[in-house]
């Protein structure tokens, strides 16, 4: 079995200020996920990653950047919080991208004020 | 609009009751995917098809694809079963999952 750690679990930021969120697996999986969960949404894709330092867009990538910088780790930052802005971010993991069941992290909870 | 959709929205049972969630999706998919979350918790995978049924435990998932419709069957519900049920499309490869909103069940003693 594995495991995906992100780290922080709680972050409180402030208008304007840039965020990093960072995502870790011992599962060897080659691909990478980033969703953010809104209150009554659906999870939205991000960013995703085939491979160390590849990086595909999502259907959210705006206002975001990601990095890959090794197999095991994907970080996402938030380039500019926004004010009330509250979200979960999850972190999946996949051996592969085709049918490939996703691992998901216990998510970060996001707060900005 | 929406691409997937989930109902009900919310479900409450008592225990050893049947539980039966839907899922329509707006357009073409190769797969439905139905993840589990507790409150607070992250996402677990229950069951993948791209048709027909397929069976673990206590849980059915059937879809039909070109009616665009899947659902998934809980029998017995028990009280860890409480917690939000999403579904899944996947539109050709795992990193085009559009996922529902979701459905809540509370199942009570």
């Known amino acids: 079995g594995g495991i995906i750690t992100q780290t922080p679990k709680f972050l409180i930021g402030q208008e304007g200020q840039k965020l990093t969120l960072k995502c870790q697996q011992n599962?060897?999986?080659?691909?990478m996920y980033w969703y953010r969960q809104d209150s009554g949404k659906g999870l939205r894709l991000i960013y995703y990653?085939?491979?160390?330092?590849?990086?595909q867009k999502g259907d959210l990538s705006e206002g975001y950047d990601a990095s890959r910088e090794k197999k095991s780790s994907f970080s996402l930052t938030v380039t500019s919080a926004q004010k009330n802005e509250m979200a979960v971010f999850l972190c999946?993991?996949?051996?592969?991208?085709?049918?490939?069941?996703?691992?998901f992290g216990p998510g970060t909870r996001l707060l900005v004020l | 609009g929406q691409q997937v959709q989930q109902s009900p929205a919310s479900l409450v049972l008592q225990e050893g009751e049947n539980a039966e969630l839907q899922c329509n999706f707006s357009s073409t998919a190769t797969r439905l995917q139905w993840f589990y979350q507790r409150p607070g918790g992250s996402l677990v995978s229950l069951l993948s098809n791209p048709s027909g049924t397929k069976h673990t435990g206590r849980l059915t998932s059937t879809t039909v694809t070109k009616e665009r419709r899947g659902s998934l069957h809980i029998s017995s519900s028990q009280i860890t079963d409480s917690g939000t049920y999403l579904c899944a499309m996947e539109r050709g490869s795992n990193a085009k999952l559009t996922f529902g909103k979701g459905t809540k069940l509370s199942v009570k003693s």
């Open positions: 999946a993991s996949s051996p592969g991208l085709n049918q490939d069941t996703q691992y």
């Open positions: 599962f060897n999986h080659d691909t």
């Open positions: 990653s085939i491979t160390e330092n590849d990086l």
